[in-house]
């Protein structure tokens, strides 16, 4: 089965920026998404196609991917982006979807 | 506004069985795939399975391969996900969300309805 690795958490300052990794065997050949989770709530889209934004995502939020690795960076960090955030991707060969484990980012 | 309304989630027993439903709004449910993602207590996300357009093609993960089937019934808007066999790992929050087929990912999400296995 094709797998996701995420750090399990990640600490960032107000202000500045947050870089949260995504790895997984040859995943710059897929496409990548980014989905944030704020407690009690549900998931919300931030990222599609490995760097596009659905609309009313602010542009703080970006993406990219390459190699065995995709990123999210979130720019200027705000206290309310303090949520998990997970990667994932679609699997074309067993047409599965993946998630990677989730970040919790602590905003402090 | 694009709408995704779980309901069906409750309290069952180790082998018992449970259907959860979820009600689309707020666009044509017939032009998109389908699938059910849960959560378990402190844990992350996890896809459950997939429905094309017109429920010819399906996809499980392989840990509810054989016990669980999703379908939907597209003259009403619905999706569903039987559950039969019930394990205390299945205990979950159950979250309906819209596959993109071309962009794969989730776009909507719905709020979700929780499924304790337990005796």
């Known amino acids: 089965s094709y797998d996701l690795t995420q750090p399990p958490s990640l600490s960032v300052s107000p202000g500045q920026t947050a870089s949260i990794t995504c790895s997984g065997d040859?995943?710059?050949?897929?496409?990548s998404s980014w989905y944030q989770q704020r407690p009690g709530q549900s998931p919300v889209l931030l990222i599609y196609r490995d760097g596009k934004r659905p609309s009313g995502i602010p542009e703080r939020f970006s993406g990219s991917n390459s190699g065995n690795t995709a990123t999210l960076t979130i720019s200027g960090t705000q206290a309310m982006d303090e949520a998990d955030y997970y990667c994932?991707?679609?699997?074309?060969?067993?047409?599965?979807?993946?998630f990677g484990g989730g970040t919790k980012l602590t905003v402090l | 506004e694009e709408q995704l309304v779980e309901s069906g989630g409750g309290l069952v027993q180790p082998g018992g069985s449970l259907r959860l439903s979820c009600a689309a709004s707020?666009?044509?449910?017939?032009?998109?795939?389908m699938s059910w993602v849960r959560q378990a207590p402190g844990k992350g996300l996890e896809w459950v399975a997939n429905?094309?357009?017109?429920?010819?093609?399906?996809y499980y993960v392989d840990s509810v391969k054989g016990r669980f089937t999703i379908s939907r019934d597209n003259a009403k808007n619905s999706l569903y996900l039987q559950m039969n066999s019930l394990r205390a790992e299945d205990t979950a929050v159950y979250y309906c969300?819209?596959?993109?087929?071309?962009?794969?990912?989730?776009?909507?999400w719905g709020r979700g309805t929780l499924v304790t296995v337990s005796s």
């Open positions: 429905i094309k357009e017109d429920g010819n093609e399906k």
């Open positions: 969300a819209r596959w993109g087929i071309s962009s794969n990912c989730f776009g909507v």
């Open positions: 040859n995943l710059g050949h897929k496409s």
């Open positions: 707020g666009f044509t449910f017939r032009s998109y795939w």
């Open positions: 994932q991707a679609w699997d074309i060969d067993t047409a599965h979807v993946v």
